[in-house]
């Protein structure tokens, strides 16, 4: 049965109503592919991405068993078998551009997306064609909502994408498809069970989510006791081929945790971070993210029980319909759940509130909104025709309230995430994309503040650089990534580019400890060109090469009267860093910055003459 079958055919195509609310459709639609391409950034981010080196350097060199070794090991604690397939094939066809990354992220969404409007053609009851575009218009919203923005702009995120479509395609293929008999459609929901649990730990939970689903096939009790029999035990050997050779890494090792004071504060605070998650996809209040979360969460824990009780019994053999139509929304919700729940137990630890400020837990979680919002529906609207006028104008009325609600709390969270892209996102990844290129300058094996300082430009694609030359230059050997080489120095350019400002004394250097703190400031520009310098490099004696960056950012008024250009409004730029990154003794710092345009580096004038003593306590 189609929803809604005869006014879909009457207003078809000529339908100025339809024509404005496929539009209304393609504005989240088109609205997330933009934020993609104007806030993504060509470079591979963090451990989990540069990991794939290994597998690339596998491929190139043909090394079958390597490779699968690649395929298996896990990463994190998560084994991404047919995620890492899409990352080489992606690389390899790109040279690891992180774009087709991104774009693959968003086709399996899109794709996603339009499984769930059939999937609600196909279960909605109301007879308003508005509610049931309105339901499927929020859907749309959340589906390619902004505060997905670090899975949006991080290429290795498709695994939680591709978990997302093998549940959704799974629960479809079990709602519909009458053609095909039960049997194959649970061997074809198993076929993406498995893709889903080797794409990510959390995969793993589809095979529970789909019980549901499953238990709404027709057939007799004994059939649907062997097929719920059947699917376990495909889940059971699911999860024991996952579980050779796996060593979990614990969340220590990446973050601090919290210290309880005792075993209901640590109840209290798993609980406290389960709820942020599930509100997350809505607020990023402190405070209200919790109470949302539990409405959220006491909605559809009330309809999966209305359901339940309301199910096909030995006494009541007919009540069929009610659980068919709810059943693809509860395996949805119930999915998510279990993601959170995953989640709550790997990642609690690390505090409540960090399940509301990251970002990356948000695609799995909007499932479960999705879920409720069509939950809701189908409850409200049940025994449509049967229901007097004033009680359908109230459901209908609260139905829509609360679609309003969510529309406007979701608007705000994405307009927040928005600038959170924009400040803490794209600028700095920006940065460390432009220093990565220049990697084969800095000199990352000698100098301790890219070591240790803890902002240096390629911090924000890497924790540390230890070992990073080498990895890059396996990359560059299987023709992967190109790095800048060959580059000039400029020492006595013709037009001023900037000075080194201070320390400046008389005698035009001065003397610090070992292990003292040199700051040194200035400003830098790149006269008559629209994009201006966002780092300057600093060089050591008559090196090729550079110990230390600063960030161009800070106010220069005084630089902007000087030039008489507004484009000169943040030229200024200081940085501190230890005496050890220096030689015993008088060492002559240079400052430079680099030209995309000409592709060389080109000197600021004046020079800073540091003689590191020898004596502690000169």
């Not at 007919?318 to 709810?326: L, N, Q």
């Not at 220049?438 to 650089?465: A, G, M, R």
Request: charged share 15%; glycine share 4%.
């Amino acid at each position: 049965m189609k929803l809604l079958e005869t006014q879909l055919e009457e207003t078809k195509n000529d339908s100025i109503f339809y024509k404005f609310i496929w539009i209304l459709y393609l504005v989240p639609i088109l609205s997330t592919f933009w934020l993609i391409k104007r806030y993504g950034v060509d470079v591979p981010v963090w451990v989990d991405q540069w990991s794939l080196v290994d597998l690339f350097e596998a491929i190139a060199s043909i090394d079958l068993s390597s490779f699968l070794a690649e395929l298996w090991e896990l990463n994190n604690n998560h084994r991404m078998i047919f995620p890492k397939i899409i990352f080489a094939v992606t690389a390899f066809f790109s040279n690891w551009n992180i774009f087709y990354e991104l774009y693959w992220s968003f086709s399996l969404a899109l794709i996603s997306f339009f499984i769930i409007y059939q999937l609600s053609e196909i279960t909605n009851q109301t007879k308003s064609i508005f509610l049931f575009h309105a339901t499927n218009l929020i859907t749309c919203f959340l589906m390619f909502s902004w505060v997905q923005y670090s899975n949006w702009l991080w290429g290795f995120q498709i695994a939680l994408y591709l978990i997302n479509f093998c549940v959704i395609l799974s629960i479809f293929i079990l709602a519909s498809f009458s053609k095909f008999n039960s049997q194959t459609k649970l061997k074809l929901a198993g076929l993406f069970c498995v893709i889903a649990s080797f794409s990510s730990a959390q995969g793993l939970m589809s095979w529970l989510a789909l019980i549901p689903s499953i238990s709404a096939l027709e057939g007799s009790p004994i059939q649907k006791n062997k097929r719920l029999f059947l699917w376990l035990t495909s889940f059971i050997f699911c999860g024991f081929i996952y579980s050779i050779q796996y060593n979990s890494i614990p969340v220590t090792e990446y973050y601090d945790i919290v210290s309880y004071n005792s075993i209901w504060d640590k109840f209290r605070v798993y609980i406290h971070f389960f709820l942020n998650v599930v509100a997350a996809p809505l607020t990023g209040d402190l405070i209200f993210a919790w109470i949302l979360g539990l409405i959220i969460t006491s909605c559809f824990i009330f309809i999966f029980w209305q359901s339940w009780i309301e199910r096909p019994s030995i006494r009541h053999p007919f009540r069929t319909v009610f659980i068919s139509e709810f059943a693809p929304w509860i395996s949805m919700g119930l999915f998510s759940i279990l993601c959170i729940f995953l989640m709550t137990i790997g990642r609690a630890d690390i505090g409540a509130d960090y399940g509301l400020v990251t970002s990356r837990y948000t695609s799995h979680s909007i499932l479960l909104t999705i879920a409720v919002i069509h939950l809701f529906g189908l409850h409200l609207f049940r025994s449509y025709s049967q229901l007097k006028q004033s009680t359908s104008n109230h459901r209908i009325l609260t139905y829509s309230f609360c679609l309003g609600l969510i529309t406007s709390l979701m608007w705000i969270r994405s307009y927040q995430s928005l600038n959170i892209v924009k400040t803490q996102i794209y600028q700095p990844t920006q940065i460390a994309q432009n220093c990565l290129y220049l990697i084969n300058y800095l000199d990352l094996e000698n100098s301790q503040f890219f070591q240790n300082y803890p902002h240096h430009c390629l911090i924000s694609i890497v924790p540390t650089t230890a070992g990073f030359s080498e990895q890059v230059k396996r990359l560059q050997n299987i023709n992967l990534r190109n790095f800048a080489e060959d580059i000039p120095f400029v020492e006595e350019p013709d037009q001023i580019h900037g000075f080194i400002s201070s320390p400046w004394t008389p005698e035009k250097s001065f003397s610090v400890p070992p292990g003292g703190i040199v700051k040194i400031d200035g400003w830098a520009i790149l006269p008559n060109q629209p994009q201006q310098p966002q780092l300057v490099f600093l060089s050591l004696d008559n090196n090729q090469s550079f110990f230390a960056n600063a960030y161009v950012n800070l106010p220069s008024p005084d630089i902007v009267k000087f030039m008489n250009s507004e484009a000169y409004q943040n030229s200024r730029w200081e940085v501190s860093f230890s005496a050890d990154n220096l030689t015993s003794g008088e060492n002559i710092i240079k400052a430079w910055i680099y030209d995309p345009q000409k592709r060389q580096f080109i000197k600021l004038s004046g020079e800073m003459q540091i003689t590191v003593q020898e004596n502690q306590n000169f």
